[in-house]
């Protein structure tokens, strides 16, 4: 069923009356392109990137209110607890595609909830509600692993002839094969690192037009994107090079050390595009803990990893074919073992 048009106009009402909103969006290509596109058409708020692990406190609360926004625009967080949203002294406009949560004092878009099975990405909705800069629309969607109906991709394609080819009907294959996936990978890095060099990074990426002006670096705020890009690549291809795989092992186990960036995520899934019938599973050193990030294209995960942390200090969950937990070290290799036992 979707978001109705009923809902896509209300939206489209929202961003053509809200004058100074702050957006707190997931620090991902969704998130940030759903910020980007509502951004660029009201010119004016402030952007704050989510992360979605730790629970967002009263100090953060404090410097959105801080602001003086006149709606504060909540785009493809997760979750988000009732008493954050009710220290926001502004209305509440929240947009996502995960499960549906219950919340007061929140006008909520979700289109699960009317289609449990509908998770078209929060990008595609906030493009069908403005019909602006699918470009930016594209990166998120296909960074969410979705591909839009053919009137969309069509336009996109024509437009973009260089970016996506014509043949390409699946998203993984878009993702990586793609200079739209490049694209993608390139606002997806920016968004890695401290804080302000992300919000450098964010700052930057509204000014940009066009597509070009960063993968051909044409212009000045185009070659600060590719740059921080082309940083955190070679350290990506060096992990990557690094990867074993063993032909009759059904786990493909890798484990990493990265001080400063998490590339868990790109790397579980550029292997699972690789290596489709293995269970990935990549793991990243972090604070004395191992955070595990799982993908796969059959087995489903927040089952097996359920099973696998029980009696074990950690915790994990997240979708049927990309998943995760955080396990204590000492506890890591019960952990693999009870993962391998399920397999
Ligand atoms: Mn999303």
Redesign the pocket.
């Known amino acids: 069923m979707a978001l109705s048009e009923k809902q896509l106009e209300q939206l489209r009402d929202i961003f053509d009356t809200v004058h100074r909103p702050v957006v707190l969006f997931?620090d991902?290509p969704?998130?940030l392109s759903?910020f980007l596109m509502i951004y660029k058409h009201i010119k004016e708020g402030r952007g704050m990137p989510v992360k979605s692990a730790p629970e967002l406190g009263a100090d953060f609360c404090q410097k959105v209110n801080d602001y003086g926004p006149d709606a504060v625009i909540i785009v493809?967080v997760?979750v988000l607890s009732q008493e954050f949203l009710n220290r926001i002294r502004s209305r509440i406009i929240w947009i996502?595609?995960?499960p549906v949560l219950e919340r007061k004092g929140v006008e909520y878009f979700n289109p699960r909830a009317s289609d449990p099975g509908d998770n078209r990405?929060?990008?595609y909705w906030v493009y069908k509600a403005l019909q602006e800069n699918l470009w930016i629309a594209m990166m998120?969607i296909v960074?969410?692993w979705f591909l839009p109906e053919p009137k969309i991709l069509d336009e996109f394609t024509s437009k973009y002839p260089e970016l996506l080819s014509t043949d390409i009907t699946k998203p993984e294959v878009a993702l990586h094969t793609s200079k739209l996936g490049e694209l993608i990978q390139m606002i997806s890095f920016n968004l890695k690192g401290k804080t302000s060099d992300v919000v450098k990074s964010v700052k930057v990426l509204t000014r940009i037009k066009e597509p070009s002006e960063i993968l051909e670096q044409a212009t000045a705020q185009g070659r600060f994107i590719y740059r921080k890009y082309a940083k955190l690549k070679s350290k990506y291809d060096k992990l990557l090079s690094m990867v074993e795989v063993k032909p009759d092992d059904k786990l493909l186990l890798f484990m990493y050390n990265s001080p400063d960036y998490s590339f868990s995520s790109e790397l579980s899934n550029e292997l699972l595009y690789k290596h489709p019938g293995k269970v990935i599973m990549v793991v990243w050193e972090y604070n004395g803990e191992y955070k595990v990030s799982m993908r796969s294209t059959k087995v489903n995960l927040p089952n097996l990893i359920g099973k696998a942390l029980e009696g074990i200090r950690g915790y994990g969950g997240g979708h049927d074919h990309a998943a995760g937990a955080n396990v204590k070290m000492a506890d890591f290799d019960t952990f693999v073992e009870n993962i391998r036992k399920q397999l």
């Open positions: 997931d991902d969704d998130g759903s493809d997760p996502d595609h995960h990405p929060t990008s998120g960074g969410d």
